[in-house]
């Protein structure tokens, strides 16, 4: 199953075949889709919020009513405006921390599945006492062992897609990853870091870091449709990349949405030809089938 998102483009789920990463997998979906839908239905109904005081007029509401729907128009229009500024970056803040959450659950899940993880070659440079390591399957147990395995490996200290990378390692699931993916990911990090830790305004680091944005230091990091939409896309792109690798893993076809402005970026990954081979398939099997009426 391919569900569409809110603008029509499809997220990936690996519901077609069941595994110890479904729930991982599936707890991302469900807020990505959130997210976006979110995002999309508050860029439309905001716009309707302006025509609120005109409507109570025509329905002659009394001046109450119609003064309540003025102010809530002009906070609108402000935002419009703006471009949607506190919406996205309340957004991108929520996403990225999504997609750490999947990442450090996929870790968790794997060495669930499989605990001859932590006595492998790479997990050699975690070093938490024996009780943790080899104790019972607790919560935080697990967690202990990814915030230790993050810290060893310097996944915790790392940026764009390495932070993740370096964790997914330790579980063999790391890999390349599509330029473009590769760039939004670590775009939408740097700019997180700013919301999280600095209400938006633009540090040195920040603009050292993403000269190519064009923010100045002292400056809010507003972001309009247009630059918050191919970051978003970009997270949902490399949870893609990421179904691909287990589905890899278990020698099943690849999945090949792409969002909007990351068309063709799959096609740079190995099993790239999987991907196109069961579109093709299950398209035969469609047309195939009898019409139902």
Known sequence: MIPAMADGNPVP???RARSHLSEAFDTWLRYAEAAEDLVHLTHEGLGRVLILPELYRILEANEGRIEQAEWKAGRAKREIDAGFPTLHAHSLLGLCGALECLVEDIVIASIKHDTGLLSSERFSKVKLPVSVMF???SVDRFTAIVTEAARATNADVAVGVTKYERLLDLVGLSGPVPRKVRDALYEAQQIRNVWAHRGGTADRRFVDACPHLGFEVGQRVDMSAEMFLPLMHGMHMYGVVLVNRHLDSRTLPHVSPECVGYEGCLSELPGADSA????????SSQADSPEVS
């Open 276 to 283: 196109e081979q069961s579109a093709a398939t299950d398209a």
């Open 13 to 15: 789920t690996v519901g």
């Open 135 to 137: 104790g019972d399957d």
